[in-house]
């Protein structure tokens, strides 16, 4: 059964340009980058290359901005615990209740080690409210972490603005861009932004590489201690072979840049239409003003998230939801529910999400599918005939 | 994703009694869709008091769906009374079992039973399934009761917090009543069930009993020490235990196992118990 991978924001294929690079890394050119002969010196060039590409699709600066991490907690770790070992008398910090566990599970650690945390809200459309901001802000105030895109609903956070309030009251601004990063354009030179988390394998490069942006000139203490790589801010001996292919997948992501904002958009927006046109009873979760290019979730009202994926994974489809049964948890997604979606709703929110590598009879197919699939759980839900009462809009 | 048995797929797949029953006996309903979860339950009963047709509609996941069916399918042909005897335990063993963190789905079925049975005696009105009114809230987040949790605890032999959430949601959400559910967990609520005389039980549920008096009484007893106790066999009235850890080899293995092993297995099950170690 041929699968319809539409869940490019839990994890992305690795390309076959990203593989092809990486694999003589892991045989004839095994040499460690911080030996002093040419065997080793040459795999050195290919990491500096690599940093190159990871900076040019950040637009940063300089490549030197750019630390090599084991994933993208490792980097949103390493930049909240330097904030605050840099500023050892502030004790508070402001963060957003929609991260990523990666932050929001960080936060509440420090909470319980003395650390005052303000968890800002969001309003029903997934927005910040930066006068909240303003307000929370004080001269204790260490680090401000708000993500650039959230990975359910695609919502995108004004980090320019949000990071300018910050700097106002002298603290640091990091932003975890695991999502946004490949997706949409990134220019750090064009922005004040002091750390920027990215993971290699939302845009297909493998699991186990991240990397985290550190403007020059930001105080920064190391996360790992020990030796001497990453010019002494991140220890281990470089993971060449994922390193090389996240500057390879950074490389191919700046090319597709343009497709991703166009035809991947298109294939998003089609399969957005076909639903709400099909179907009765649905809600689109979080602005569609400010948002990711690949990313849709929708809500089927009076219908169980689970059951849908289960139904859409006999298909050969591939996406996920934010109810309850689906995480283990008992609650739906922290992110719904600090929207406000309604509970009829958010139990039946399943989050659509494209790559460059989606194609047009992807979406027919879903779309093809999807409506009896709906209309089979209505069918067997004690609210379902409500719905239908309520009819189509 | 979770691991679901064929049979629980099957049963979600093609859910067996799906509807609704215009003129039925008694309607149960349990869940609401804060929950995540709801099942409407409706039977008809034939003029000699069996279940001739029985119908469900359900709001969750796979495994509440085909909670419900299974539900269903066993009920068919039971009476009431039976019927009223059919445990949350039953329904997840007749689709060969259910993840851990969704036994809750087949609790959700019982309880539907239940108030179904509650509408029947009072002619056939739709009953919501509440909670035991005089029993008092632990988790205020999905209203759980400590009446309901100290159910789970006993007919399903849980031992641990995360077990009581599985089955029953209690401390699935915000986390504040962990502390309340492990005092429940505290044996002193669970004396060893005494409804039945040891000495009426059936071999297989005498073994049951002999396992939980060593790991309840006098395991703890013994890890103290850093030895523990291991059921080996059981022929009559002779219980055959293996010494674990310090207690292997201890000079005062022998006086363990007499005054201490024994003593307490006499005092709790039946005086005419004898244990015995192997090597």
């Given at each position: 059964m041929k699968t319809i991978y539409l869940d490019n924001n839990a994890t992305t294929r690795v390309a076959d340009e990203v593989t092809a690079a990486m694999l003589p890394y892991f045989g004839e050119k095994y040499g460690n980058a911080s030996s002093m002969h040419s065997f080793g010196g040459d795999v050195q060039k290919a990491l500096d290359n690599a940093r190159a590409h990871v900076a040019a699709l950040l637009g940063a600066q300089d490549a030197s901005e750019i630390i090599f991490t084991s994933c993208g907690s490792e980097s949103d770790n390493t930049a909240i615990f330097s904030a605050i070992r840099a500023f050892p008398d502030k004790r508070h910090l402001i963060t957003t209740r929609v991260e990523h566990p990666a932050v929001l599970n960080t936060f509440r650690y420090l909470q319980t080690q003395g650390y005052r945390v303000t968890f800002l809200g969001v309003d029903t459309?997934?927005?910040?409210?930066l006068a909240e901001l303003e307000r929370a802000l004080s001269a204790d105030t260490a680090l401000v972490s708000i993500m650039h895109a959230n990975n359910e609903t695609g919502v995108l956070f004004p980090i320019e603005q949000a990071d300018a309030l910050t700097k106002a009251r002298g603290a640091l601004f990091h932003t975890d861009a695991v999502q946004s990063a490949g997706k949409i354009p990134l220019n750090m030179q064009k922005s004040a932004v002091d750390m920027l988390s990215i993971s290699g394998h939302k845009l297909h490069a493998p699991k186990g590489i991240g990397a985290l942006y550190v403007r020059k000139g930001t105080p920064f203490v190391p996360f790992l201690i020990g030796g001497h790589q990453e010019h002494g801010r991140r220890a281990g001996t470089e993971n060449s072979p994922y390193i090389i292919g996240l500057g390879k997948a950074c490389e191919l992501a700046l090319a597709h840049l343009s497709d991703e904002n166009t035809r991947v958009k298109a294939l998003r927006d089609r399969l957005q239409e076909g639903l709400t046109a099909k179907i009765g009873n649905t809600r689109i979760n979080g602005s569609t003003a400010s948002r990711l290019p690949n990313t849709l979730n929708i809500s089927f009202e009076f219908v169980e998230g689970e059951a849908i994926l289960l139904m859409l994974s006999d298909l050969g489809i591939a996406a996920s939801s934010g109810s309850a049964c689906t995480s283990g948890?008992?609650?739906?997604s922290h992110v719904l529910r600090a929207m406000g979606v309604p509970f009829t709703f958010a139990h039946g929110s399943i989050r659509f999400s494209f790559s460059v590598y989606n194609t047009d009879s992807d979406v027919d197919f879903v779309l093809s599918k999807m409506p009896a699939i709906i209309e089979r759980l209505r069918e067997i839900s004690p609210f379902g005939k409500s719905g239908a009462a309520a009819g189509c809009k | 994703m979770w691991d679901y048995t064929d049979k629980v797929k099957d049963h979600f797949k093609n859910?067996?009694?799906v509807g609704s029953i215009p003129d039925a006996d008694a309607v149960g309903e349990v869940g609401n869709i804060v929950c995540g979860d709801a099942l409407k339950l409706f039977l008809k009963l034939d003029a000699t008091g069996k279940i001739s047709d029985a119908k469900f509609q359900t709001f969750g996941c796979g495994s509440a769906i085909a909670s419900s069916s299974a539900l269903t399918e066993l009920i068919k042909g039971m009476t009431l009374e039976e019927a009223s005897k059919v445990t949350n335990k039953q329904i997840a063993d007749y689709l060969g079992g259910l993840p851990e963190e969704k036994m809750h789905c087949s609790v959700m079925g019982m309880e539907a039973l239940e108030a179904a049975i509650k509408s029947y005696q009072q002619g056939g009105k739709p009953v919501v399934h509440e909670e035991d009114e005089d029993g008092e809230i632990v988790c205020k987040c999905f209203g759980v009761t400590d009446k309901k949790i100290l159910r789970a605890i006993k007919e399903n032999n849980l031992h641990t917090v995360d077990e009581v959430t599985h089955f029953t949601k209690a401390g699935g959400a915000c986390g504040k009543c962990r502390d309340k559910i492990e005092k429940l967990l505290d044996p002193k609520h669970h004396e060893t069930p005494s409804a039945k005389p040891f000495s009426s039980m059936t071999p297989i549920q005498k073994i049951h009993a002999v396992e939980e008096v060593l790991r309840r009484e006098i395991s703890p007893q013994l890890n103290a020490d850093g030895g523990s106790v291991e059921f080996v066999d059981m022929q009559g009235e002779l219980i055959k235990v293996k010494l674990l850890g310090?207690?292997?080899?201890?000079?005062?293995a022998g006086l363990t196992l007499k005054s201490f092993i024994e003593k307490r297995l006499r005092e709790l099950l039946d005086p005419a118990l004898r244990v015995e170690a192997e090597d």
């Open positions: 459309d997934g927005g910040l409210d948890s008992l609650e739906p | 859910p067996r009694n310090m207690c292997k080899g201890c000079p005062s």
